[in-house]
């Protein structure tokens, strides 16, 4: 058996990162539990340890939404396919982050649900299997900062079909390097709020 060779301070595994999911894609709430799941699952096995919140929001065309209130370390956002007009003209992009001042470390996300729905129908997998990684994924950018993406697994970009098979088999996880950094990164944002972002 082969241990991880890295050392982490006892107290960084001890935070708990909290994150509030946001959904304006009306998800149903069966799949919104199993996305949770898939995307609870992936964090444990960084080591790193993550609860969501979910709160359901209606979204009127034209709406400026302000999320510097929304309570949590994190925010994930979910939006439905009208909204991603509005946010992007990238029609392929399944997410983005929120970008931020130089100085700040960024705390929102967004996954479009109709991106999500669209690589469901190429992979074969769940909506909520693949809506967990994607919210995984996403969460990734936000701890691992700058030049997440790598050439394989999770945080792959884009997804390519062994990465969509490896959803459906929950073999889509974060590397050990990555885990490393993600444990690290959860105890930046989670200590007496010195790394919390704080968005105007
Ligand atoms: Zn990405």
Known sequence: MRFLIFMLPLAASAQVLNVTVLDYADVPAATMSDAQEVFTAIYR????????????RVWQPGERVRLADVPGDIVLRICSEEMAKGLTRRESLMGYVQPVAENELARVATVF??????LKGATGSATSQVLGAALAHELGHLL??????????????PWDTGELRAIHQGRLVFDRVQSVLIVNGIAARTNSGAGAARPN
Request: aromatic fraction near 6%; charge should be positive; include cysteine.
């Open 45 to 56: 096995k960084t080591g790193g340890r993550v609860v969501w919140r979910v709160e359901t």
């Open 144 to 157: 691992l900062g700058k030049g997440a993406h790598s050439r394989a697994g999770i945080m792959r970009c």
């Open 113 to 118: 649900y109709h991106r999500v729905e669209e």
